[in-house]
């Protein structure tokens, strides 16, 4: 959805944007907004010029040259799917999509952009995916609030469903990887042997004026 946009619609760009980053608030009440606002979620992204997904769909292609129609990938805080349908676009066929909001994922499913619908929250447990289930997993701007301090078990998991030799890859603004949770987490996972960081890229202006940062980890 590109296009020009009145002063109205950044304005209510920019409350959207407020509403959903609003700090304070647990994670149910964060996927509520998130259920609140589904229906012009696309819009709301397109207003504020979220490259996220984009960016994580060429870095993706970038990463994978080759085989692009056979591996698989989950695609964790998939929303209404956009980071599916840039992926979708550079030849990634297989990606199913983890995400706790039903009505973001409902918008997904009209779209068709995932294999495999999980409505499910990326936190202190066990996820109903089998081990060693997927070549790649991506986390393109999980809720600040959430990602930030996400405890150890979430990102283990998301080596137990990755296949050894196969790729993590999460962006977000440079600020939140900045938070020493999130620090702390990303290093213990490294320091016990369970991936290794193979690149971070930053890119200016990525969203709202931010700069993002791309993390790509080797699982191994
Ligand atoms: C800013 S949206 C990003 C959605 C999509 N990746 C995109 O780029 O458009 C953040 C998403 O994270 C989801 N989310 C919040 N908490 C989560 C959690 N613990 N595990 C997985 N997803 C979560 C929200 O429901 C929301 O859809």
Redesign the pocket.
Known sequence: MEGTFTDEEKEEGDRCFKF?VEKGLD?DA??KR?DCVAEK?DKI?AIIG?D??MWMAESLAALYTHSRNTVSIL??????G??SCEMRKRGFLHIDG????EK?LEQAKKKNLYERYICD???DKTLDITDDTYNIVTV????SE?FST?PTKAFEELVRVTKSGGHILMNHFDYIFQRDDLRANLASLEDRGQWKLEDKQIKPDIAHGFTGHLHIYKVL
């Open positions: 959903l994670n964060i996927v998130f979620y992204q979220n996220l997904p695609d964790v805080a998939a929303g209404t956009l980071a983890l995400e706790p909001s973001m929250i990326l936190a393109v701007g999980l809720s959430v996400l």
